[in-house]
């Protein structure tokens, strides 16, 4: 599965951007899909997934709250909805296809998108 993000940008603190991570090929729409971001010099983390049908949602504690994941399996695109943005949501967002279920290892990953947040 190809991945393609967009969406990502300069926001001030307190806003809001939506990312989207378009798929081809209908075999996205079986796979669950999460979103990972990467600050510069931190870990690589799983901010959210979701469950090939969408019915279920799993979140970072970081993002909880302030972060949504949804997708539209008609579109083959996954979107992440993220508000109240804060100068530490800084980093790279990238979506990939997960094995198994929403707590399945990436597989496949998109090129990734920057956000940028200024305080």
């Known amino acids: 599965v190809q991945l393609v993000e967009s969406g990502g940008g300069l926001v001030q603190a307190g806003g809001s951007l939506r990312l989207s991570c378009a798929a081809s090929?209908?075999?996205?729409?079986?796979?669950?899909v999460g979103w990972y971001r990467q600050a510069p010099g931190k870990e690589r983390e799983r901010v959210a997934s979701?469950?090939?049908?969408?019915?279920?949602?799993r979140y970072a504690d970081s993002v909880k709250g302030r972060f949504t994941i949804s997708r539209d399996n008609a579109e083959n695109t996954v979107y992440l909805q993220m508000n109240s943005l804060k100068s530490e949501d800084t980093a790279v967002y990238y979506c990939?296809?997960?094995?198994?279920?929403?707590?399945?290892?990436?597989?496949?990953w998109g090129q990734g998108t920057q956000v940028t947040v200024s305080s």
């Open positions: 979701i469950s090939w049908n969408g019915a279920l949602a």
């Open positions: 990939t296809t997960l094995t198994g279920s929403t707590l399945g290892p990436p597989e496949d």
């Open positions: 090929g209908q075999a996205f729409r079986v796979y669950a």
